[in-house]
């Protein structure tokens, strides 16, 4: 991999390059899906390539191959210098990285138990039995239950010196009941929505869940909320359990300070931006008890790594400090427009896509009330949980969500479970 790296760098230098980077990545995944007792899909998959970032002229160029061999990663590089000298005669400016990053080092996110060494008869028996239990309650008609793991080897490399060597492992599950009774259909899922509920960590994540033991009481809420009341219209206070308020503060709070959304570079992932530069310092986003970071070391949590795909090193970085927006996710190149560092969050999809700012892990900091506290505060609201649906304007502004399940807050505490919930703002 070194000698695979040092050629492709020094073939963009002869280029002309002024700068240029290498990512080698060998990924491999597996996905299990049991549905309704019976084997759904079973996927596995391998792959590998490199991918050769440039300046060229004062412009970026790009380019990847899936062969892994000294010839090809000459080739790469001198298509990718020739990419960034065409991108050169329509550039507005040039591209300025600031100050070198030159790091060596090895990191690998924690691993108690491989995945990839659990035997697949074990992964299939735990679902068909998390399955199993859901499909002991009556009313149930579809029970879905899955699996995911991916483990991504990753060496970059940069002319400025970097030789970086990763090893990433994430490993995900969770279960679904569906309950179909009076003409409609109500959906109960553990522990998040949407698949499965992942993080950079082995096997015993998914051990962890207990899928099994929570299989009846999730297929039992979806059968309640068949004939549960209709969550009410009205202005009340809110509480969101910690799978939802993590969701609104990824959309309301983690997208709108990705820098390139903000400087209108990037808007087909996500939309665009409402946290124009001079909000910086100066923007409420909530009163003083909101403090938001992104924090890229924190052991186990999906969005977590040792460096980025520039060879930033992980940091945990203040964006709402006591309400008020005070910074960005950044790049090199866009916090260098700032005067400032980069904050390591440029990462890629794989090795044949080139990185994009792209958030950490994105935390609310917490006081020091329990749950059970916030509800015993609460006169009269709602508590809602586990999220169903959600739509964003594309500056990330405006929002609505729905929630599986919702319970009624009458003097301080939690009365009857309510269906069909929706929050806006």
Request: proline share 4%; aromatic share 6%.
């Amino acid at each position: 991999m070194r000698e695979l790296a040092e050629r492709a760098l020094n073939t963009a230098q002869l280029h002309g390059a002024r700068y240029a980077d290498v990512r080698i990545i060998h990924r491999k995944t597996q996905s299990i899906q049991v549905k309704n007792g019976r084997v759904e899909a079973l996927v596995q998959d391998q792959d590998q390539g490199l991918g050769v970032r440039v300046i060229v002229d004062g412009a970026w160029g790009f380019a990847s191959s899936s062969h892994l061999d000294l010839d090809e990663a000459v080739h790469v590089a001198a298509r990718a210098a020739q990419i960034a000298h065409a991108s050169s005669l329509v550039k507005a400016n040039d591209v300025q990285l600031g100050s070198p990053e030159t790091h060596v080092a090895r990191y690998r996110s924690p691993l108690g138990i491989d995945p990839f060494s659990i035997p697949l008869e074990d992964k299939i028996d735990l679902l068909l039995h998390a399955d199993l239990e859901m499909r002991r309650v009556k009313g149930v008609v579809l029970t879905d239950s899955g699996m995911d793991f991916s483990y991504e080897s990753k060496v970059f490399a940069s002319s400025e010196g970097s030789f970086i060597e990763q090893k990433l492992t994430e490993s995900g599950a969770g279960i679904e009941a569906t309950a179909v009774g009076d003409g409609e259909m109500q959906t109960r899922s553990y522990p998040n929505s949407f698949g499965r509920h992942p993080g950079k960590a082995g096997y015993e994540l998914v051990t962890g869940m207990q899928l099994a033991e929570n299989g009846q009481r999730i297929a039992e809420e979806a059968v309640a909320l068949l004939s549960a009341p209709q969550c009410p219209s009205t202005t009340t206070n809110l509480i969101l359990d910690g799978t939802q308020l993590a969701l609104q503060v990824h959309e309301s709070c983690g997208h709108p300070t990705e820098l390139d959304r903000v400087l209108g570079d990037e808007a087909s992932y996500a939309g665009t931006s409402f946290l124009t530069l001079d909000k910086r310092g100066a923007f409420r986003y909530g009163s003083p008890l909101v403090n938001i970071y992104a924090d890229a070391t924190i052991p186990g949590a999906l969005g977590s790594f040792g460096f980025d795909d520039e060879g930033v090193p992980a940091q945990r970085t203040p964006l709402i400090r006591e309400g008020i927006l005070v910074g960005y996710l950044t790049s090199r190149e866009t916090a260098a427009m700032l005067g400032l560092r980069s904050n390591g969050t440029m990462r890629a999809e794989s090795w044949n896509r080139t990185p994009i700012i792209r958030m950490t892990n994105i935390n609310l900091e917490p006081g020091t009330w329990e749950l059970e506290d916030l509800i015993a505060d609460t006169g009269d609201g709602i508590y809602m949980a586990v999220n169903k649906s959600w739509s964003i304007d594309d500056k990330r502004l405006n929002f609505q969500f729905g929630t599986q399940l919702a319970y009624e807050i009458k003097h301080g505490k939690l009365g009857r479970m309510l269906k069909n919930a929706t929050y806006a703002g």
